[in-house]
């Protein structure tokens, strides 16, 4: 089997390292390919997502990412930047469903900004709409703003819009995945105010027919907001647009203790997929050796379990990162007194040495 290792930019080769230690402990032979993506791809090849990096991503049976982005790039134009690679991968490779699970370890629990009591036992699990919305929508840019109080001045716009199809399809994840777990599936959507979010909320109604057994909510974005925060423990599957699920994860992820702690798997129709942690290429931090790896450590078991059918494999990854938890290793990001503070690379050999 044949995994693409793409490391991308900041903290990603840092993070991505650890992870392939990882995998390359578990006794499989996988066929691990690396490419240049993101501001890397652009510096080694001038473009982002370099031809010969997507036919990597289209042949691989599975895709280990990074992360993109620096602000070296942020003046490029937008179809240089970094942050067009994974939104063309997710595009080209139909990665339309993103699964965002936020778990909370039990050593974690004071590593939150929440009370201990509020997080405790969290297991939620956001599922993104990745290939649609405002994100891909067009028309956008910028244009002389055609009436109003600002007419003739410079506006900029975006698009926002979702397909019958494109709703049905996450919908139906969405359902399956909640009908695995505690049968309960919250909507997140701004049907108060958008016409794509009334849209979004009459089809999600319209699926949940084909799933009596799942209890379906649906919530304003708002709301869901401030009731990830006052009490997390009452979701269990959460179904979003991609806007709203980007904001929504990362904000999930602090639940968690960190968003070094957060992976994330982003699948196709056939559960090919792609696999990276939640967050950014954090270039604040980037060359320090600080970086948590975890997250990146655990998108990897996902992509054992998801795409590369090997459950086993998966649930030895997450328990060795239990043990490392326990045995009270942390990376700054979730370091609190009385644990023993470690870098990127030791988290990683940690993780590797509580596998053996
Ligand atoms: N999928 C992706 O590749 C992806 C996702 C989000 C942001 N980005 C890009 O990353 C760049 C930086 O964005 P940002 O600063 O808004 O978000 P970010 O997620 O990179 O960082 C936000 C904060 O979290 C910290 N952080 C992130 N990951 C961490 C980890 N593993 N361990 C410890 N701390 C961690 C960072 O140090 C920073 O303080 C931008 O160019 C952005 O576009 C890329
Ligand atoms: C980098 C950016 C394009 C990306 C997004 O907005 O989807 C990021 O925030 C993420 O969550 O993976």
Redesign the pocket.
Known sequence: MKIAILP?D??GPE?VAQAVKVLNVLGESFELETAAVGGAGYAAHGHPLPEGTLALAKAADAVLFG?????QYDTLERALR??QA?LGLRKQLGLFANLRPAVLYPELANASTLKPEVVAGLDILIIRELTGDIYFGQPRGVRECPDGAFKGQREGYDTMRYAEGEIRRIAHVAFQAARKRDKRLTSVDKANVLETFQFWRDIVTDVHQEYPDVALEHMYVDNAAMQLVRAPKKFDVLVTGNMFGDILSDQASMLTG???MLPSASLDANNKGLY??S???????AGKGI???L?TILSAAMMLRYSLNRAEQADRIENAVKAVLAQGLR???IYEAGTTKVGTEEMGNAVVKALA
């Open positions: 991308g900041g903290i993070i992360a993109v982005g620096d602000y970094p942050e994974i960190s968003i070094g990276e942690p967050h950014g290429s954090a270039p604040d931090i970086a948590n790896p997250a990376t700054v990001d």
